[in-house]
């Protein structure tokens, strides 16, 4: 967008007009548009700094990601609930959907790529969006599988977007037990060691994550951001140790 675009969104009366704040103001006003679900707001700030000659990757970490893990921290401690938080993801939404193709061209660092899905006989899809959106606004490449997703699928998702992490969402006592056969599925193709799998959804815990073979439980959104950058930094601490050992 255009300079002389961003100051023809004119500001109602008492609101701020973004255009006007220094960057680190703009910023700070970004994480409370963002906390508040406000995705027109939150995409003309990402223009603003686009515009002020920021890198795509700059706004994405300094602004949207860093907003989203104000609001991941307020959600795990429970000051915000789903349906705030469903907001915020989708102003993050909104920011990522103008940065996405420049951050292509530019190719920002990723922490990692996961393929995520609801597993087979199950629909439901709330929790799984909201995770799936929070490691977006980490920084995760998500290759969102959707619903009733067949153990088949989930591989060949893997290998088709060299995914790091496996994330499978189960909500009934019925289907749950499919992410066994997955796991199995993964084992039995020697692949099980390539990708690091993690579960969640209301009626699992770490002894059924551990039952089925997964490498962790994730209580909620927060806790699998949390749990897969872990997972991640680890990998790349082992892979660069690896290559320095080979020097
Ligand atoms: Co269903 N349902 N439902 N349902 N539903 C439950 C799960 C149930 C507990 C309600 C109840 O009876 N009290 C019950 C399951 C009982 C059981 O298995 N023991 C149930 C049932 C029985 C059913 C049907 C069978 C009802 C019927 O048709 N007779 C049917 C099943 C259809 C099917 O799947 N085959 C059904 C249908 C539906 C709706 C379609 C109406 C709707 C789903 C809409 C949708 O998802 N698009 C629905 C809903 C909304 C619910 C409840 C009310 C809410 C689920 C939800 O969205 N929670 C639910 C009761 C409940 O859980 N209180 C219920 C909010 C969401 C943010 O939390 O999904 O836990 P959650 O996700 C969290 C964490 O668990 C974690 O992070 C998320 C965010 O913090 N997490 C992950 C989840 N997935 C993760 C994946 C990860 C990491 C973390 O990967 C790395």
Known sequence: ??????????????DIDLATLSDDDL???MFDDL????????????????????????VLTKALVEGMRI?????????????????AANAMKAGMAILRPLLAETGAPSPGRI????????????????????????GFEVFDLGINVAAEDFLAALEEHRADILG??????TTMPYMKTVVEALEEKGLRSDFIVLVGGAPLNEAFAEHVG??????????????????????????????????
């Open 27 to 29: 910023v700070q006003q």
């Open 168 to 173: 499978m969402s189960a909500l009934l006592t």
């Open 115 to 138: 393929v995520i899905g609801t597993v087979k006989g199950d629909i439901h899809d709330i929790g799984k969006n909201l995770v799936g959106m929070m490691l977006e606004g980490a």
């Open 71 to 87: 609001v991941g921290v307020d959600f795990r401690d429970g000051i915000l609930f789903v349906p705030e938080v469903l907001l």
């Open 214 to 247: 997964a490498d962790a439980y994730c209580r909620d959104a927060a806790m699998a951001v949390e749990i897969a950058s872990n997972f991640m930094s680890r990998r790349q601490g082992s892979a660069q140790a690896q290559m320095a050992a080979q020097a």
């Open 1 to 14: 967008m255009a300079d002389d675009d961003i100051n023809s969104v004119a500001p109602g009366e008492g």
């Open 35 to 58: 906390y508040d679900g406000l995705s027109d707001e939150v995409s003309q700030g990402v223009d603003i700094l686009l515009a002020r000659g920021w890198e795509p990757y700059g």
